[in-house]
């Protein structure tokens, strides 16, 4: 495998473990704002931006942290045949999968990005009482897109990588 290949990986495989582990953090973010809300509404006026914060964080924690939880294997797989494969049978049908997630994620990033722009260029604000701007959410959704996108594009190298008979060893964490 070429080292521009492999250095693509391995930056990649980096890049997104640095985020998901950022993005873990986030459930703290959340607790803290849900625990904001219950004693608001407990002793006080009820805070109007708790729901939708909550919201925003959970939105936040599961894209960013998708492309590691992908790079981790810990999506759902079906399994019936494919642990009894050899590596390189698993790696020319993670191949096809692979391309088809790469396309779905394009269209994804796209339709992404035309939202994020026409959210900054007329300054969309949520329909309710607080009225957050949108375009900061969609710009975390584009970015978390984009990280899924060029994990599965790392995916695709290493399994090409199997098919010619030099598998890329994983990174230790």
């Known amino acids: 495998m070429s080292p521009l290949a492999l250095g693509f990986v391995r930056v990649v495989e980096g890049v997104n473990r640095r985020v998901g582990r950022m993005a873990l953090y986030l459930l703290f973010v959340l607790a803290g704002v849900l625990a904001w809300s219950v004693i608001a509404k407990a002793f006080f006026r009820p ?67 035309e939202s994020t722009i026409y959210a900054l260029e007329i300054g969309e604000r949520s329909r309710t009482v607080w009225r957050p701007y949108m375009a900061p959410i969609k710009i975390v959704i584009c970015l978390g897109t984009f990280l899924m996108l060029l994990q599965s594009l790392a995916f695709l190298i290493r399994d090409i990588a199997t098919l010619r008979g030099t598998p890329i060893p994983e990174a230790q964490s």
């Open 47 to 113: 805070a109007l931006w708790t729901q939708e914060m909550a919201q925003f964080t959970m939105i936040a924690y599961v894209v960013l942290g998708g492309a590691y939880s992908l790079m981790g294997g810990a999506h759902v797989r079906m399994d019936l045949l494919y642990s009894r494969w050899s590596a390189r049978t698993r790696a020319a049908v993670d191949c096809v999968t692979v391309f088809a997630l790469i396309v779905f994620l394009g269209v994804i990033l796209w339709g992404g990005i």
